[in-house]
């Protein structure tokens, strides 16, 4: 065998390791329908075309399964990758988008601009779900606090937006991943505290119906239909009118 | 002019351009002294060798400055770097990590342990601040469950470190950062609280003593007899006998 022909062996067999390392690769997702935290992992891991087993969890009677990974927070989503956890959603994006990093990549490349989608990301989780949460929670002047504050972060992000596209620019990211489950919440909010986001934040809409184009999107959201009917059962149950 | 010159003064050149890069790196530090996020940024600059100007804010009369650098939170720390500012102390340490990236790494580099070391730093942000306060601002039954919740968030990282010196291992790291601006508030919290944290977390209080040796983190904590002197200024400012 000359050094070509052992090259070539060697070759073909580091690519059979790598296939079989891939078709081994297990990924399990615990999840629950309605989440936009559960959301923005089923998202990119579309985006890097990640098969997976999705795990629907019953959150008033947890599984063992979930208990066992999550022993900390116990909350969903939680990523399961060759039988190691990983959990809460926003870590979880940055670890898919660290290990499958050959396509599709999430973060921006530039550290000054990956601390920026980090801010935004972060963000969002610190303001955007006890806000919209508090919307359809709360009555009267209580309400019209809530709307009024869900509204200002929603400017905030639209400013933050701008012209472009998409919140890094010309392609999907980490901001809009941490962002757009949020959306199929909107019809509920708006019902609820009988608002209107697009009136306030028409290029946000504009965003999310961008991103709803995106099929990683548009087959990771719940219908905002079913959102609304899942609100409205959460607020009969909290004895909410 | 032959090759072995030609790449002599090509390598001096880059040298050149390297330094002046360097020089011109201009870094400064929003802060203010007793902040634990703020002492995050401080030990990751310190682990890095980079050279700062430090500006003390006086926070019930915040800077221009800082209002204008960080206008969403408005809040210290903020690291303007070249005249560009990032916020969220756990953000600024990555972007310090990912910047000056020849030295002293602070985030491992394998993905799962990133993702996990991600995890520690997001439940103290979520756990020990809140919980540490509500530690010296209440009194009776509430005071008696502040303590308990915060002890037993502390008892869960122990239980992390388990017998490793650090955190990620044998070296410091994310999590220690993340963590040790914490420990010269432990004296403010067991005097106001009349308890001792030593009793009950005996490895995580020899995992502080460790993290001390380094003039990284003793260079960049507060005196914990001042931290108590602040705490007790706060209280009667707050009217807490």
């Not at 550290?111 to 779900?129: E, H, L, S």
């Not at 701008?162 to 962002?179: E, M, Q, R, T």
Request: hydrophobic share 40%.
């Amino acid at each position: 065998m000359n050094q070509e022909q052992q090259d070539n062996l060697q070759n073909a067999q580091e690519q059979g390791v790598r296939q079989k390392i891939a078709r081994m690769d297990e990924v399990i997702l615990l999840d629950f329908w309605v989440s936009m935290f559960g959301m923005r992992v089923r998202i990119a891991l579309a985006e890097k075309g990640i098969k997976y087993e999705y795990k629907e969890e019953d959150l008033r009677n947890k599984s063992v399964l979930l208990l066992q990974m999550n022993p900390i927070h116990k909350k969903i989503p939680v990523l399961i990758h060759n039988g190691k956890p990983i959990s809460e959603s926003l870590i979880i994006v940055q670890y898919v988008d660290e290990v499958w990093n050959e396509k599709a990549p999430l973060l921006p490349s530039d550290p000054y601009q990956r601390a920026q989608a980090r801010f935004w990301a972060d963000f969002i989780d610190k303001k955007m779900y006890d806000a919209g949460r508090n919307v359809w929670t709360t009555k009267g002047e209580e309400q019209e606090a809530a709307k009024k504050e869900f509204l200002g972060n929603l400017k905030l992000l639209e400013t933050e937006l701008g012209n472009k596209p998409y919140f890094g620019g010309d392609s999907f990211g980490f901001v809009d991943i941490a962002l757009i489950g949020f959306s199929c919440w909107f019809h509920a909010y708006e019902t609820f505290g009988n608002f209107s986001i697009e009136a306030e934040c028409p290029k946000l809409i504009a965003w999310a119906k961008r991103c709803m184009e995106k099929e990683s999107v548009s087959k990771s959201l719940a219908d905002e239909k079913k959102v609304y009917e899942f609100v409205s059962r959460m607020r009969n149950k909290l004895g909410i009118e």
